[in-house]
């Protein structure tokens, strides 16, 4: 039976119930969830004894108002689908209990945190790595879960995870996506049927992308280009960027190797989408 835990003071009580022995696997979400969320619970249920995920919508790492009030809040059906994949514990916490103090210090994210969605969004990495720091403290989890599709996230977390909290292991997993080949995410739903057919044009150009440089393109500039013509052929599509870096982290790479990652970031229909594909033979 999966448990619902709103306050932190009850939610504490019955982690200090699980043996040390016993792994908890930890994943943090703003709700919305989605299949994206489920292959996340999914390994976290092969890996751990037991299974956190939080439901906390961050204000902090919104960049206006507007966006933080839009944000889909789908608590029942969150927890419904938690219950399905049998979670143990979801834990929603209020803000009194992650934020109880009247000014919140942020915390400073790492250089992982500059340029891309760093630049685009300011303030956005601090409120991530804040909350983020607030939920581990809470929830001590052995295993946290990340999606790589937000892969400037993942390499934000890992650094402040290593300095903070080192023994978290944090676990970055593959991006789910649509038949449309579409990364799955929660502003999806605000895409119009003709916003989302130019939407899906990002992974396709992406996986170009890479099968140029399988078929012997390892010039970043030119898969950089290619990309960026493509996407601006759809005059739906405001591209925020398009970059190769070196996987793991935001340093762009001049000649790409395997493994390096493409990341790209478009609008469509005033939303933002973000994406990112890595260079594997496989
Ligand atoms: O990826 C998200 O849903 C959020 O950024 C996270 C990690 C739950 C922090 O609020």
Redesign the pocket.
Known sequence: MTTLFTSFSDFHLWRTSIPENQTVGFV???GALHAGHISLIERAKAECDVVVV?I???AL?FNSTDDYARYPRTEESDFRLCADVLVDTVFAPQQKDVFPEEVVELLTPSQSSLGYEGADRPGHFA??AT??DR?FRMVQPSIAY??LK?YQ?VAV?NDMTSLLHPNIVITPCETVRADDGLALSSRNRFLTPSGRKSASLLSATLKKAVSLWRDGDARSIQLIESVTADLSQDSSIDVQYVSIVRNGTVEPVQTVSENDVILAAIVVDGVRLIDNMSFTNA
Do not use: A, C, R
């Open positions: 943090p979400t703003m939080s906390y919508v961050n790492q409120g991530v909350v983020v939920l990340f999606g937000d996230q977390i």
